[in-house]
């Protein structure tokens, strides 16, 4: 299912629909999708590198407001859909100790975590269960997401190529670091919590 997605996504950003599979990407991923977006941006940003911070900071807002719905899955959905996707990233067991850490330093968590590869839509849906207040998370949120992009989009200018040309030689290496990495994140989250 991830080589489908990682695929699609791929095929997706060498159109001409690649800004919008971006920002989609961008929005799902803060509340559902499997995938971060970074290989989307990889390649968006490597065929325009003049407009690689434009790129990046609308990727941070897309993330932000996809955010949002992360939130809203917690605060008025969570039994319906936000504890299906815990439990579908194997979450649940440690959701109660993530609320109770939010609830305790959720600028802070929110920061820490929105610029790591752990899962944003985790924090984006616990936020939300935790009732974290609004303006704390949307500031935390627009901090977070938009150093993490603009850094990412910096290092695809500078090496967009050599990224490029490695990402169409190891397909299946690339898959399994992007996987690796999710998984390194959720891991990443259980220790954290503890």
């Known amino acids: 299912m991830v080589e489908k997605l990682y695929d699609w996504m791929m095929r997706q950003a060498e159109s001409k629909n690649a800004v919008k599979v971006l920002l989609f990407v961008s929005f799902i991923e803060s509340s559902f999708f499997p995938l971060p977006p970074d290989p989307v941006l990889a390649i968006v940003v490597a065929k325009n590198k003049n407009k690689a911070m434009c790129y990046a900071t609308m990727c941070a807002l897309a993330s932000v407001i996809g955010g949002f719905l992360g939130y809203y899955i917690g605060y008025a959905f969570f039994e319906l859909i936000g504890s299906k996707i ?41 936020s939300g269960f935790a009732k974290i207040d609004l303006m704390t998370f949307t500031v935390a949120s627009m901090i977070c997401r938009t150093t993490r992009f603009l850094a990412l989009a910096w290092i695809f200018q500078k090496f967009g190529s050599m990224i490029l040309e490695f990402l169409e030689k190891h397909k299946k290496l690339t898959i399994f670091l992007i996987v690796a990495t999710v998984i390194l994140g959720f891991v990443a989250v259980k220790f954290a919590i503890k």
């Open 86 to 126: 815990l439990v579908f990233y194997g979450q649940m067991d440690k959701f109660e100790s993530m609320v109770k850490t939010l609830n305790d330093w959720a600028f802070w968590i929110i920061c820490a975590k929105g610029l790591t590869p752990i899962p944003y839509k985790i924090v984006t849906i616990a």
